[in-house]
């Protein structure tokens, strides 16, 4: 399929085709943007489990006609207990990717459903929580089908994982096999979760029955974030970071995120003056961009209220001008530290009123820590991989301090008149993504699914290299039409091929809303996602 598709009453797209349904089945029933992402994002914690869930964290960007975009911030910071000093103690040099000590940051995940719920009660939003809940209760207590996804990811990461707290007894199958794509699974703990958050409200989980819960249990297994870290918890409503271009005004999610990224390599290549989405120039091109906007976000980009500069700055014509000079015209530039770890989802959507939301919520890397919550049926993040061990680092490990952060949904409004809403999991390979799929559909024009189906590429890699793979590797699909492959390769670029459709690449998904209400809608064939409509 490479043509988007139409409606005019609402869409909703997302990695998981009945998390779409379930956003869609709200709409129906009178609901707002916001109320659909809450079903959507509800029942892909329970249908993907490997990516997203309410023990992780999440971000938002919501548009309403006629007033400026928001943002909301819901993550969390490191638990009382995560100093320095517990992980050096026990001879780390970095904090570990699964276990008790992995798990060291909040979940500010819910914080962020109920912030937007407050958005959409202006709105007159008017469905109970038991409702926009509902689909992942059921779900969750009477099974659904394991995806492809969750296989792949099980099986790449069973060893790490298989040993956690609680994990075998919910992933795997009785005789620790990893249960295949179609085999039925449950989570009945998880379900009765919802249905208290339901009753009693969301905040419950910080300051409430369910928050008591997850606190012992993240106790009892030697997490180090504390009943009190989940009391102080609050999210954050923010001003978006935004972009100014001919074509559009983008906007998205400012630190701790990576939203920085995306929009410096998105105004850095256009400055490249290129005329079409094909060809090596063009994947050469944003490679090189990348590579500046991973230096400044490397150096820069941590907890806001640490940071020296403010993130705008990077964004002013005058700055961009600048670090475009220095984008080399051969593929030797040295490139950051960058993994192709990143699992995450990425939702959107689009109701009749023309109000959007563009959304991503995350584990952090696939199965997040691996612990379960005691008999709370929730799995805890591991998004505290990304601070460093080091007094000197640009994101140190220190309690009450947040990481930075991968997921950074996007707005982008048209100067034609069109809203889009756009966003992908992947790690550090989302601004990558991001950049070629806007400047494939607004840039270049090509239909927003063309843009999304279209072979893609990843730089990974780094300086030592990471991942088994050589030094500043750049991935690309096998799709690639072979004389783009030499011509990279030509350019000093380190060309490994993956497979035709590979889901290190992401999960990208958009939705575009037109002057006369249309909405068109395009999702990631490399995902089990869909979109559904009316």
């Known amino acids: 399929m490479l043509t988007s598709r139409l409606a005019r009453r609402g869409m909703v797209s997302a990695p998981h085709h009945l998390a779409a349904q379930a956003g869609l089945d709200i709409l129906r029933e009178g609901g707002n943007a916001i109320e659909a992402m809450i079903a959507a994002a509800s029942a892909c914690a329970v249908l993907y489990p490997h990516m997203t869930g309410i023990g992780g964290d999440g971000f938002w960007i919501i548009h309403e006609p006629g007033r400026p975009p928001l943002s909301i911030d819901a993550s969390g910071a490191a638990g009382a207990g ?9 001879g780390l040099a970095r ?15 819910l914080s962020g459903w109920q912030s937007a719920l407050d958005v959409s009660s202006r709105w007159g939003g008017r469905l109970p929580l038991s409702r926009l809940l509902g689909e992942a209760v059921g779900y969750a207590r009477d099974g659904f089908a394991v995806s492809h996804s969750q296989e792949r990811a099980l099986r790449r990461l069973l060893g790490g994982l298989k040993d956690q707290p609680g994990f075998a007894a919910q992933f795997l199958e009785a005789d620790g096999r990893v ?11 998880l379900a009765e979760t919802l249905e208290t958050l339901a009753a009693d409200g969301l905040d419950s989980f910080y300051r409430g029955e369910v928050g008591q819960k997850v606190a012992a249990a993240l106790k009892a297994v030697g997490a180090p974030v504390t009943a009190g870290d989940l009391a102080r918890h609050r999210s954050i409503r923010r001003r978006p970071l935004t972009l100014a271009l001919e074509s559009a005004v983008l906007h998205t999610t400012p630190p701790p995120t990576q939203g920085l990224t995306t929009l410096m390599l998105i105004g850095l290549f256009q400055r490249a003056g290129l005329r079409d989405a094909e060809g090596a120039a063009f994947v050469h091109a944003m490679v090189e961009a990348a590579k500046v906007a991973y230096r400044v976000r490397d150096a820069k980009i941590c907890d806001p209220r640490h940071m020296g500069v403010h993130p705008a700055t990077y964004l002013s014509a005058q700055v961009l001008d600048g670090l475009a000079g220095e984008i080399a015209q051969g593929g030797g530039t040295p490139t950051p530290a960058l993994s192709a770890a990143g699992d995450t989802v990425w939702m959107g959507a689009v109701d009749g009123e023309g109000r959007a939301v563009s959304f991503s919520q995350s584990l952090c890397h696939a199965f997040g820590s691996g612990v379960m919550l005691g008999d ?6 591991n998004r505290g991989v990304a601070f460093a061990l080091g007094d000197q680092a640009v994101n140190p490990l220190v309690p009450g301090r947040k990481p930075i952060h991968a997921l950074n949904p996007l707005l982008a409004r048209l100067r034609d008149g069109r809203t889009l809403v756009f966003g992908t999991m992947g790690g550090d390979g989302q601004p990558q993504t991001l950049a070629a799929i806007f400047a494939r559909h607004v840039l270049f024009g090509q239909d927003p699914q063309a843009a999304i189906s279209a072979p893609r590429w990843l730089l990974t890699g780094g300086p030592g290299g990471r991942d088994g793979l050589p030094l500043a590797a750049l991935r690309l699909e096998s799709r690639f039409d072979p004389r783009v492959v030499e011509g990279l390769r030509a350019l000093g670029h380190c ?4 497979d035709a459709f590979d889901e290190a690449m992401g999960h990208a998904g958009a939705l575009i809303r037109h002057p006369d209400g249309t909405i068109e809608g395009a999702f990631d064939p490399r995902s089990d996602g869909g979109l559904a409509g009316w």
């Open 82 to 90: 995560a100093s320095l000093a517990v992980y050096r103690e026990r």
């Open 95 to 109: 904090v570990p990717i699964h276990g008790a000590l992995a798990a060291c940051t909040v979940a500010g995940a």
């Open 179 to 189: 249960p295949r794509a179609g085999a039925l699974q449950r989570n009945r703990p």
């Open 376 to 381: 709370t049926g929730i799995l805890w993040h």
């Open 495 to 498: 060309v490994t091929l993956t």
